[in-house]
């Protein structure tokens, strides 16, 4: 099995800046792609930003120039630093990963549980 583990949400004010971390482990071959979505009450479930494995970015038009992703290949880690953060960026950040392992046939996505993030006055 893959286990998905995110940390590092919390309660930040406008303006201020959060960083995310996640990690892949288990019985992993080889992580490929992996990003962060997020989802906020009553609305899908969105990506925020993607990361190749050989570092190539994407991100949501709303969070450029305010989020940054970054990636550890070696520890099958990502993280996503938050600056300039507001209050539509209030939601559960949930971290995917597409890996190989051996326990599954293929390529599989993965999912954390995801990591709640307010931004409140």
């Known amino acids: 099995q893959v286990q998905i583990m995110e940390s590092g949400g919390g309660l930040v004010q406008p303006g201020g800046s959060l960083r995310l971390s996640c990690a892949a482990s288990?019985?992993?071959?080889?992580?490929?792609?992996m990003g962060w979505y997020r989802q906020a009450p009553g609305k899908e479930r969105e990506l925020v930003a993607g990361?190749?494995?050989?570092?190539?970015?994407n991100y949501a038009d709303s969070v450029k120039g305010r989020f940054t992703i970054s990636r550890d290949n070696a520890k099958n880690t990502i993280y996503l630093q938050m600056n300039s953060l507001k209050t539509e960026d209030t939601a559960v950040y949930y971290c995917?990963?597409?890996?190989?392992?051996?326990?599954?046939?293929?390529?599989?996505?993965?999912w954390g549980q995801g990591t709640q993030v307010t931004v409140s006055s």
């Open positions: 288990g019985r992993i071959i080889k992580v490929n792609d």
């Open positions: 995917n990963a597409v890996a190989l392992s051996t326990s599954e046939i293929g390529w599989k996505n993965y």
């Open positions: 990361i190749t494995i050989g570092g190539s970015t």
